[in-house]
Structures are given as C-alpha cells and as structure tokens.
C-alpha cells in the first residue's frame, strides 16, 4: 500500500478530510504513512481551497501510534543520525497542523495513544466516541514520548498533569479525558462521524480570515510576551475588520439574519 493509499484526502465545501488509512493495523505509523500525513498536512496548510480539516483514522480507530510490531522484527539498523532525521521529519505533520492558519478537528474513536494522541493534540478541537480509550503509552513500550506530544500536552493542561500522565501512562476513558480538558465534546459512538463532520464544517464555513488569525493569536501566546501578544492581537483584529466576512457579519447583525461566509 502506497502512502497515497494510507492517507486519504477528500476535500468538500472547504473541508478537506484526512484520513488514516491502515485499519487492520488501528492506523499505527510506519514510515509510507507518515509520509503521506506530512505531504497531506501541507497541502492543507497551502491549498487556499480548504478552509478547516478533520483529521480521522478509518476502520473505527483514530491512531495507536508508532507500529511496534513492525518496530519489533526488526530491519537493518539505521545510524542514529538517520533515524534521528527520519523521526524529525515525520513530526513535522504535528507541526503543521497546530501552526497553519486553518482550524483542525480531530475525530477520536476507538483509540488514542503514542503519537497518535500526540498529533491529536496538535490540532485545535478533539471530538471523542464515548467508548475511545486515550493514553499517553510510551512509558509503558520504552520511549519517551514525541510527535510534540508533551509539549502540547503540557501547554494544555500544566507540566504536572502531563508528568502525571506520560510517567504513569493511565488508560483515560474519553469522559475522564474531557473533564481533563483533554478533548473538546464526547458523543455517543453511533454519533462520533456525523458529530465531528458537523463541528468541522461549521469551521469551514466560517469567517476564515479571522478563524487564522485567532489561532494565530492563541500559538502566539504560548511562546511571546505579553506586548508582542497585544501587537499581534491590534494587527490581527484591524485586518480581520477589513475583511468581506466582517462586513457581512456586521451586516447580518443589523439585519437579525444569519451571516453568510466566504472565506474572505
């Protein structure tokens, strides 16, 4: 299966749909399926058709991770530089989707864990199925964690949750996950497609412009002090009000109707 065949991308009415596609395997990582995450995540990022993104994994799970068993059988050892550089590479899908000026929904069932539960972190909103199991899992495999997992993990919850959870590892059910503040809404699992879609779109058919700059508000103050934040927050909100979707905004608010998006 090629990494076009891992990772599908379906793009509709602004919404392009990423989604995993190696369900005999609950859509663990190996390398053709990163590539293809990377290359699809980029092409979200770029493309000024696609204004949101559900990112989902096919077959009833989201992502378990990294393929542990393939890690297991082993294949000619890579130098660590290269290995190094093959990781770093992947995690750049992370990245991308936490920085790029569109927002991202995950769709979470079945499971999330390793870099799995890492890349749904990046994105800005997490719907969980009532029945999805979430950890952190690599503690409990040897590793120590990436795919920006503990940094986002950390800016979303506070260095101790995260220590809590990455060094322990719990299995979390997705209600205890959503009074974490882990995820955004759990639906019931017959609900969990339609649910996340519904977000998703209403994201796509929003103000875009200004959906961009909020998150880029948002990543801004996760790094820059409190004047570079309130500079970027002036430039930000002075360019949203000369936007198209705006002006109809506040022209639907005087005419008590409904506003009608286009992106611009």
Do not use: W
């Amino acid at each position: 299966m090629s990494a076009n065949e891992m990772v599908l991308q379906h793009l509709d009415s602004g919404l392009l749909t990423i989604t995993m596609n190696r369900p005999e395997r609950r859509n663990a990582l190996n390398p053709d399926m990163v590539t293809g995450l990377v290359a699809a995540a980029r092409r979200a990022a770029e493309d000024h058709e696609v204004r949101a993104v559900l990112f989902k994994g096919a077959g009833g799970t989201f992502c378990v991770g990294g393929d542990v068993k393939s890690m297991a059988e082993g294949r000619a050892p890579l130098p660590f530089e290269a290995k190094l550089a093959n990781l770093r590479r992947g995690m750049e899908v992370s990245r991308i989707l936490h920085q790029m000026p569109k927002p991202v929904v995950a769709q979470l069932d079945g499971a999330a864990a390793g870099a799995g539960l890492s890349m749904a972190l990046s994105c800005d909103l997490r719907v969980a199925s009532a029945s999805c199991k979430i950890t952190t899992a690599f503690a409990k495999v040897g590793f120590s964690g990436d795919y920006g997992g503990t940094y986002f993990l950390t800016q979303l919850l506070g260095s101790a949750k995260a220590r809590e959870l990455y060094l322990l590892s719990p299995v979390l059910s997705a209600n205890e996950a959503l009074a974490l503040g882990m995820v955004t809404k759990v639906v019931a699992d017959s609900e969990i497609d339609a649910a996340a879609r519904e977000l998703a779109l209403s994201l796509a058919q929003g103000p875009s412009v200004a959906l961009g700059y909020i998150k880029r508000n948002i990543n801004n103050a996760e790094t820059m002090s409190l004047e570079a934040c309130f500079d970027g927050e002036a430039i930000h909100h002075t360019r949203a009000g000369e936007t198209a979707d705006h002006k109809e905004a506040a022209k639907a608010f005087v005419e008590k109707r409904k506003a009608s998006f286009r992106g611009e």
